[in-house]
């Protein structure tokens, strides 16, 4: 199949799955309330007397995105264990690359739409003022979410088929997380204390060339996570 | 199946390998705490890298061989490359161990601190996250070509991880020694202790080979056991 074919399958499985989740709405706001539950604790997990709201933000802001959008991740492959639907994926003749990218996309919408919602509701709470870094600190989310998503999908099909899943998904999954989470938190840091974006260059070099390596690195090795 | 016979013959001979590496290793350990002087500045603390670095060292060869043997068995399908990943992850995760435990006791009195965010403790301690996942994994996967699938999966990717750790720690900030053995101007180490590294280093390879060999007879006896049952 050729590249643009891959594509438009690509886009059909994610809006099959994104109709789904559209549907029942039973992952995303249970992914909401748990960020936004996240958000609420961290605050009274310090003194914030010693310890300013602004300071605390970004390891709030980042510590919430990963932990919720490991919920958003797991549902993925789970919509597919009734009924054998996963069987008749692997059956239609669309390419196993166009699965992983359409369940990808699907997931990277989920994680999105939970930062959409949790970005705010942190410069709320926190007391941020997010106006000017707003754009800088949109790409820094897009580009990290990205690179959680590639990532995040391969290990949820290969949690999805074992005995643990919803144990193994975090303990696969997190240590892939941390040069994402730790350039993340620390550009946002950078962000949020109003300093310019070229000052954070060097964490956002990190984050693109991870978003390279493991998007091209997981479509490639995710057919051989599936049985013949 | 209870009552017939095993379908192989476990093997209680000793294994030469196994032989050669135990007298290796109390042959280099024998000679760098008795006879090999103690450092000027850190005193006997710095015995305790004879352990430290050459465990390291096969921690690392382990995880390299294991992502090697994976990415092998996914051309090859062979199950003796999977028995290896198998068998080279978990001796890699002991010795990973034993360098996130002798660290710090050497890193108390000669950095004052046991533990400290620095780019290579980092990765180790990430590497033994990853590691110890793989044999989780493992663990929790039926079916014997789903497993090596699935492995040989999540150790090339762990190998792909190593760099993107390295690197986003090293920006955060680095405290470790940086080599005194392997670098351009030479090692800046007397002879007698450089003597005693190399005989650490190739005692605890000695080691990990029989190590593995081991396990590996262990894995194969279990994989020929399961098939017999099956008929």
Redesign the interface.
Known sequence: MSAPGVVATALRIARKDLAIEFRTRSAFLSALVLSLLAIVIFYFAWDPTAVGPAVLAPGVLWVTFTFSGLLGLHRSFGVEAEDGAMDALLIAPVPREAIFLGKALANLAFVLGVQAVSLPAVALFYNLPIGSAVVPLAAVLVLAAIGLVAIGTLFAGIAANTRLAELLLPVLALPFFVPVVMPAAQATAGLLAGRPLAEAMDWVRILIAFDLVFCWACMVVFPHTLDD | MTDSPSPTTPSRRLDPVALLAALAVVGAYARAIWFTPPERIQGYAQKILYVHAPAAWVAFLAFGLTALAGAGW?FLKDERLDRFAESSAEVGVVFTTAVLVTGPLWGRPIWGTWWTWDARLTLTL?LW??Y??YL??RG????R??RA??S???G??GA??IP??H???Y??RTLHPMPVVARPEGPSMPPVMLTTFFLCFFAFTLLYVALVRARVAYAAERDALEDAAQG
Do not use: C, M, N
Request: net charge neutral.
């Open positions: 996914l990430f996250f990853v110890v996942g989780v994994l929790a996967v039926t079916g070509e789903s699938r699935a040989a999966v999540l090339i990717l792909l991880l993107f750790i690197l986003s720690v920006l955060f």
